[in-house]
């Protein structure tokens, strides 16, 4: 089985930081992509940053400039560095991971629970 875990979520003022990370756990053969998604109160789900395995990237507009992903590949996690953090950030943050699971394996896709991260004065 193979879990993802976020964490570091929370209340941070207009302007603040947050860093989110996500551990990937189990049996774990390789992971391609990894996402970072977000989904605000009455939206759709969004992709917000994916960073391959090779380490290139891709952000939303929104957050260009602001939001940086990265990955540690010797932990299995992904990072989520979030600057100048604004209202319309507020959303329930979810790891997403493109994982095999053994050497025979396709890549599945997988979800983490989701961390909550609210910006407010």
């Known amino acids: 089985q193979v879990q993802l875990v976020e964490s570091g979520g929370g209340l941070v003022q207009p302007g603040g930081s947050l860093r989110l990370s996500c551990a990937a756990s189990?049996?774990?053969?390789?992971?391609?992509?990894m996402n970072w998604y977000r989904q605000a109160p009455g939206k759709e789900r969004a992709l917000v940053a994916r960073?391959?395995?090779?380490?290139?990237?891709n952000y939303a507009d929104s957050v260009k400039g602001r939001f940086t992903i990265s990955r540690d590949n010797a932990k299995n996690t992904v990072y989520l560095q979030m600057n100048s953090l604004k209202p319309e950030d507020t959303a329930v943050y979810y790891c997403?991971?493109?994982?095999?699971?053994?050497?025979?394996?396709?890549?599945?896709?997988?979800w983490g629970q989701g961390t909550q991260v609210t910006v407010s004065s």
């Open positions: 189990g049996s774990i053969f390789s992971i391609g992509g």
């Open positions: 997403n991971a493109d994982i095999k699971r053994n050497v025979h394996d396709y890549l599945n896709n997988y």
């Open positions: 960073i391959e395995s090779g380490g290139s990237t």
